[in-house]
């Protein structure tokens, strides 16, 4: 047992040298996700489960482990049984600050901030609608992830909550996604 120690030191040593070189450095990166989104709260009682897709724009800047982050995406949920055949769409633009451990190679992170949504609803169903089908809202998001690096690529697995004033209800939403940073 004890001659495999120090191979073992040393390769878990590697494994973190490897991640620092990836997304560990400072800079700005790029990437895509998409994924699944699932309506919470009241906006569970008129839609179903949807899908989504965006881009994201992540500042690391050196040394500290807090970075900014500007995410737009597309997001649509499908209506419930029942409650109608509409559908929503939601166009959303967000900038977060977000907080996590740079120099490993599996990297755990939290992100918060705020976000400028258009709502387009096929069928007002939903309470908030007011007779406009078509609304554009502020609201806020907050999330945790982790982002694994694989060379000069990280994936990243993550699920935000948004959470979306409008004139009635809010409308909220969890969107659970899996991505590529580069």
């Given at each position: 047992?004890?001659?495999?120690?120090?191979?073992?030191?040393?390769?878990?040593?590697?494994?973190?040298?490897?991640?620092?070189?990836?997304?560990?450095?400072?800079?700005?990166?790029?990437?895509?996700?998409?994924?699944?989104?699932?309506?919470?709260?009241?906006?569970?009682?008129?839609?179903?489960?949807?899908?989504?897709?965006?881009?994201?724009?992540?500042?690391?800047?050196?040394?500290?482990?807090?970075?900014?982050?500007?995410?737009?995406?597309?997001h649509t949920l499908?209506?419930?049984?029942?409650?109608?055949?509409?559908?929503?769409?939601?166009?959303?633009?967000?900038?977060?600050?977000?907080?996590?451990?740079?120099?490993?190679?599996?990297?755990?992170?939290?992100?918060?901030?705020?976000?400028?949504?258009?709502?387009?609803?096929?069928?007002?169903?939903?309470?908030?609608?007011?007779?406009?089908?078509?609304?554009?809202?502020?609201?806020?998001?907050?999330?945790?992830?982790?982002?694994?690096?694989?060379?000069?690529?990280?994936?990243?697995?993550?699920?935000?909550?948004?959470?979306?004033?409008?004139?009635?209800?809010?409308?909220?939403?969890?969107?659970?996604?899996?991505?590529?940073?580069?």
């Amino acid at each position: 047992m004890k001659r495999l120690r120090r191979p073992l030191l040393v390769v878990l040593f590697g494994l973190l040298a490897a991640g620092a070189r990836a997304q560990g450095t400072s800079g700005l990166h790029f990437g895509f996700e998409g994924g699944v989104s699932y309506p919470q709260g009241d906006t569970k009682d008129f839609f179903d489960n949807g899908w989504n897709g965006g881009a994201l724009l992540v500042w690391n800047p050196p040394v500290v482990p807090v970075g900014l982050r500007v995410d737009g995406a597309y997001h649509t949920l499908d209506a419930a049984s029942g409650t109608g055949s509409g559908s929503a769409k939601i166009l959303a633009g967000t900038a977060d600050v977000v907080v996590g451990f740079r120099a490993i190679l599996l990297k755990p992170y939290f992100f918060g901030g705020i976000g400028y949504y258009r709502l387009d609803f096929s069928d007002s169903t939903f309470p908030s609608t007011s007779g406009d089908n078509a609304q554009n809202e502020t609201g806020w998001n907050g999330g945790a992830g982790v982002s694994i690096s694989l060379r000069n690529i990280d994936l990243i697995v993550e699920a935000r909550y948004h959470s979306i004033g409008t004139s009635g209800s809010r409308f909220k939403f969890v969107p659970v996604s899996i991505g590529l940073v580069f």
